[in-house]
């Protein structure tokens, strides 16, 4: 079955430290997001793209940046990791707009 | 931007009571609604969604209405059983190539026995 994947599912670094999220899927899709979801505060979005040539941010990008290798591979870079990052980081794609998201089965990260 | 409120943050109800979870957006531009499933220490998976030009949509014990005029839409559960306990996240898109989804906060269910 199509699907979407994270790795590694869970990590556990030190401030300061660079760190990479890797997503990759087999569903065909052009779209692809960055969420992080913490307790009590939903999903919010991290970065966006829309195809290979398209990045944009979302509404808490400061800190995080991010590369659109291929249609099928979206990676998350922490740059300096700080333990306000701690957090379950989830990535999802979709068709188009207006329509339903994949989502990865999230990477847990956790900043000591 | 979007901004999307979610109400309750927590509810809990008894095996086979029906539960209600409602949403409210502000950009009158918004034309699809889905929610969301996430059970504990899974991915959240689409459960049933609804476009703007419909007022009603149901999938067996699943329903969601949508109130374009007051811009609100809600997520009813009937014959709530234990394993409808998951947090339910409520989310609000524009149908145009710039559109992605804003999320509510998320409403953990909790379906007593």
């Known amino acids: 079955d199509a699907d979407v994947t994270q790795t590694p599912r869970n990590r556990i670094t030190k401030t300061g430290k660079r760190i990479m999220l890797e997503c990759s899927q087999t569903?065909?899709?052009?779209?692809m997001y960055w969420y992080r979801q913490d307790p009590g505060l939903g999903l919010r979005l991290i970065y966006y793209s829309f195809d290979v040539k398209d990045i944009n941010k979302g509404e808490i990008s400061d800190g995080y940046s991010v590369s659109r290798q291929a249609q099928a591979k979206f990676s998350l870079s922490l740059e300096s990791a700080i333990p306000n990052q701690t957090a379950l980081y989830f990535c999802a794609t979709s068709r188009t707009a207006g329509f339903e998201q994949y989502f990865g089965p999230g990477t847990r990260l956790t900043v000591t | 931007g979007e901004n999307v409120e979610q109400h309750p943050s927590t509810l809990s109800v008894q095996e086979g009571d029906s539960a209600v979870i409602k949403c409210t957006y502000s950009d009158s531009a918004s034309n699809y609604f889905p929610w969301y499933k996430q059970e504990l220490g899974k991915r959240p998976q689409l459960i049933i969604d609804i476009r703007s030009n419909v007022g009603e949509k149901k999938d067996q014990r699943i329903a969601v209405t949508l109130n374009k005029t007051a811009k609100h839409f809600s997520l009813h559960i009937t014959e709530t059983q234990p394993e409808d306990s998951a947090v339910y996240f409520c989310?609000?898109?524009?149908?145009?190539?710039?559109?992605?989804?804003?999320f509510g906060d998320g409403t953990t269910l909790t379906v007593k026995p």
């Open positions: 989310a609000a898109s524009r149908n145009t190539n710039a559109g992605k989804s804003t």
């Open positions: 569903k065909g899709h052009d779209r």
